[in-house]
């Protein structure tokens, strides 16, 4: 055993998820149950605020992205956050960044052009921040949105019968690292993903280093709810991949999750490779939205927003992901993702 | 010359405030002006932000504090922008932590113990926020807090004739530092700081590890307004030094200061060694406030808030730091603060 171990855990041996357990006992309850924090909720404009950090070695290196996509990047997993929590506005960002001092500035200028390209698109305006010297190149984003007139997303407010849906497809963010890493397929375990065609590379290595936040999902799920239904919608992001977000989602509304295999929202032409199931369930890094909502608004939604598709059913149970059929449990992902190697 | 030198500058080469000023162009103009942002100017109850990042080896060592230090000055660091903008509410914070997998759990359970002792005094909660594994300890702290009905204090409204005024003695963090290191003084550069008595040791530790945001000098500021008055009033903290806070408060106003040297901000004790005018100056991390305002306003200040003094005035000018008597511009700090070594 590690040295760490027994009475004096290092963070190594509680990994991400107990870590991240430990640290909610410090803050209010249930304040560390969502992708991002609300405040004010008195107010008809709630405000919406999200921490993440990406670590060079860990989130990016220069063998994978540009400068430009390690901003973009940046900015798009933090404003995910927030559509995941239903915001309709963001406000800007906070840019904590920390990097060797012989680092280019050429490559920092790069960064800071990729986060103003998001905010282009996105909305809200670079903030403000601080910035060090370090040993190793990092950035910590801080996201400020607000929510619409309608009320937020959660993940514990799904219920039994809810339709599952997904905003698009998952998978192609793994395959692109794949791809740019040159990763050398291991058979048995992973079957060659070289088969895919340029046009599919292409559209993998575009989601893995330019990832779209999903606020117009969440401008969709408003413009589309059923004349005289409540706003009650559970959902999340997939940036921790598919499982891991229909893990907390049905965690957090104390249900079982019921999957369509024929349904799984896999790209068209990715669904031929061997390990396109595999990846769509634990690539990670996807940035949709995965939501549990009223079948009828579910209809709605898959009408008005082109890629997003129907994946399953919320159950009774207590958070287990099942095959739709035989019921069976989803297998455990081998590689369960995590920051701390 | 370094080899980042020339047409592809290092961070190193640039220095950070050539570098804060290059990030600022990112930002809507004068967004970086300040110690923190003011977002939503329409509302009554403005909101505020700021973004800190501490790392270790550059601003924290397990020499010089424990990890409830580290957390508490983090949070500290963070409040005290706050209280530069002046705010009269913290809403909280959220946290982005990087450290080895190999680090005791202990260590970060001891650091959030730090942040949760110091939103214990100081108001507000522990939003939320990331982790990762990462080479080296840091912690990225972003602020949220509101003004009171009154206004911001913003650097950029000094007028000439007002006084300058700080809230707290300065120069105290550097020689609790000093004595923490044990630094061999250097004669005859350093005069010997070890005449220093336990008593006046033991409050410089304190004022380094446990740094104290002023938000009650805000308060107390809107409490003695002198009636009529209107809320004008420039200023910014002294974390970066008293003689760093003058130029960005001068620069902002575009001003001079003029200084009364018998009435530097100096720990009555201290005032005895001969290092204290140049730590007082420059030494940092005082977190104090330094304020320009209007005398008669300055007056009832220093009758409600014990500790608080006048230190000078602004004159018309440019940013110069002068001392009263013969005009005479300070020396510039020979080891001007930067965090890119």
């Known amino acids: 055993m590690a040295?760490?171990?027994?009475?004096?855990?290092t963070l190594a041996d509680l990994g991400e998820w107990e870590l991240i357990e430990r640290l909610g006992a410090f803050a209010p309850p249930g304040q560390f149950a969502d992708d991002a924090a609300l405040l004010d909720g008195r107010s008809q404009r709630t405000?919406?605020?999200?921490?993440?950090?990406?670590?060079?070695?860990?989130?990016?290196?220069?063998?994978?992205?540009?400068?430009?996509?390690?901003?973009?990047?940046?900015?798009?997993?933090?404003?995910?956050?927030?559509?995941?929590?239903?915001?309709?506005?963001?406000?800007?960002?906070?840019?904590?960044?920390?990097?060797?001092?012989?680092?280019?500035?050429?490559?920092v200028e790069g960064v800071y052009q990729g986060?103003?390209?998001?905010?282009?698109?996105?909305?809200?305006?670079?903030?403000?921040?601080?910035?060090?010297?370090?040993?190793?190149?990092?950035?910590?984003?801080?996201?400020?949105?607000?929510?619409?007139?309608?009320?937020?997303?959660?993940?514990?407010?799904?219920?039994?019968?809810?339709?599952?849906?997904?905003?698009?497809?998952?998978?192609?963010?793994?395959?692109?690292?794949?791809?740019?890493?040159?990763?050398?397929?291991?058979?048995?375990?992973?079957?060659?993903?070289?088969?895919?065609g340029p046009a599919l590379l292409e559209r993998a290595v575009q989601a893995h280093r330019r990832p779209r936040p999903r606020l117009d999902a969440v401008a969709a799920l408003a413009s589309c709810r059923p004349v005289g239904s409540p706003w009650r919608v559970a959902g999340t992001d997939s940036s921790d991949g598919l499982a891991a977000a229909l893990k907390t989602l049905t965690q957090g509304s104390g249900c079982d999750a019921l999957l369509e295999r024929r349904d799984l929202p896999l790209d068209p032409e990715m669904a031929a490779l061997a390990i396109a199931e595999s990846w769509c369930l634990n690539g990670g890094e996807d940035f949709e939205l995965v939501l549990a909502l009223d079948p009828g608004w579910a209809r709605q939604l898959i009408q008005a927003l082109p890629g997003t598709r129907r994946i399953g059913s919320l159950t009774p149970g207590s958070g287990i992901l099942r095959w739709a059929g035989d019921g069976s449990p989803l297998a455990d992902a081998d590689g369960s993702f995590t920051h701390f190697h």
Chains 1, 2 share one sequence.
């Open 115 to 196: 986060l103003s390209a998001a905010l282009g698109c996105y909305g809200g305006t670079l903030l403000g921040g601080d910035c060090s010297g370090g040993g190793q190149r990092l950035l910590a984003v801080t996201a400020l949105g607000r929510l619409g007139a309608d009320g937020p997303i959660r993940r514990r407010d799904g219920y039994p019968g809810d339709a599952l849906v997904s905003t698009g497809p998952h998978g192609l963010s793994r395959l692109g690292l794949a791809a740019l890493l040159q990763e050398i397929p291991t058979p048995p375990a992973a079957p060659n993903w070289r088969q895919a």
């Open 3 to 9: 040295e760490g171990s027994g009475l004096a855990p």
């Open 47 to 107: 405000l919406v605020v999200n921490t993440d950090v990406l670590v060079e070695g860990v989130h990016f290196s220069d063998a994978t992205m540009t400068a430009a996509d390690v901003g973009w990047r940046a900015a798009a997993a933090n404003l995910s956050d927030l559509a995941a929590m239903g915001c309709r506005e963001v406000l800007g960002l906070t840019v904590a960044l920390v990097a060797p001092a012989a680092t280019p500035w050429a490559w």
